[in-house]
């Protein structure tokens, strides 16, 4: 039997593999894809905290600012000194499984679980590997598979209660501004969420996000600038915005993005799913060496990553709430507030790309009239 079975080979449970590897634990990661970090479903945008945790080369591009879009046509420019890195996700995630490879783990590609049951003695997971059906036992399970994790559906955890849709594309459209990613907000580029395009040299990744709506639409808005006939590939995928009230129980618990551990108003989850990853691994080796596998055991873990990034999600997802059904004309009278050269300083000095609520809070406070427009909903 082996000690610790991690489902997925995404960025948490690849850190999980390896923190647990290193450790000397009999770690077994299974990935569903023929290829670790395929397909590619995220804009691959973070800050050098991720950098951290996961050595890597993969880095296209780094920009330290962002061009704001408003409904009016009009935008803003904030300015940041330090850099959020524009990476080669395909690249990042096999290197964050080489260290896991190099530290012990096996990883086994092209092995999707169908099943997991978990009961006193430990965790039986049935899965298919090239066309054969088969079984692993291992002690404890780690669901890093994703929003669509089987193995929160098989323990019979909810799903993330606010998922959004997302559409992008890899584009041979060079964007002018290398430095800068553009946001786009109000109906026409989005419902309940924004679109995106992101400087990678050469390439732009181009997208949107939509909330209860198909994204494709809003995306061709977006995309109409940069041209239909400079598109290379397509990807996407749903972004959990809410994490689980429960993220463990008897010799299982879940991480990133099957947790729902994700950033509420970017969407980005590397850097909260390695968070969430490293909490996992440290509970995971107290259960592990006083040999207790009860659902007690494992609580520590939620209440490691609670105590880091819970009210930072918790305030960010309420916000994202919020300032998501704000309609058009409610949109623009924000950006003639955000657009005072005060307001752009504070969020130039304040911004952070994993911990935003510093900087709304600063704002809203400076700026009580934008509170009204927050509670407006189209039609209203």
Known sequence: MHDVL???????????????ARLGFDVVNMEEHREVGRPVE???????????????????????????????????????GDRTIVMDRDQFD??????????????????????????????TARYRQ??????????????ADGVNSIVRKELGYPRPSRVISTYQVDSAARMEDQNSVNVYVGSQSTRG???WATPAGELSKIGVGTYRKPAFDHFQYINRKFGSQ????INGGGIPLTFLKKTYGKRNLLVGDAAGIVKPLSGGGIFTGIVSARHASEAIR?????????????SGYQAGWRGELGLELRFDAMAQRFFSGIPDSSLNKIYNILSSPKNIETIN????????????????????GIIPHAFRRNGS
């Open 94 to 123: 096999k290197d964050a499984s080489a260290m896991a490879i190099s530290s012990g783990a096996n990883i086994m590609i092209n092995s999707r679980v169908l099943s997991v049951k978990v009961d006193d003695e430990g965790v």
């Open 349 to 368: 000095k304040l911004g952070d790309i994993d911990f935003p609520s510093k900087v709304i809070l600063s704002i809203l406070l400076r700026n009580p």
């Open 42 to 80: 995220c804009t691959g945008l973070v800050s050098e905290r991720v950098f951290k945790y996961v050595k890597t080369k993969a880095e296209v591009n780094s920009v330290n600012g962002a061009h704001i879009f408003f409904p009016n046509g009009k935008s803003i420019h904030i300015h940041k």
């Open 286 to 298: 107290n259960v592990l060496e006083n040999e207790d596998f009860s659902e007690n055991s494992l």
């Open 230 to 233: 400079k598109i290379l590939g």
């Open 130 to 143: 090239d066309g054969n059906l088969k079984e692993i036992r291992s002690r404890i399970v780690v669901g």
């Open 193 to 195: 969420f924004f679109g």
């Open 6 to 20: 991690v489902v997925g080979s995404g960025p948490s449970g690849s850190y999980v593999s390896y923190s647990l």
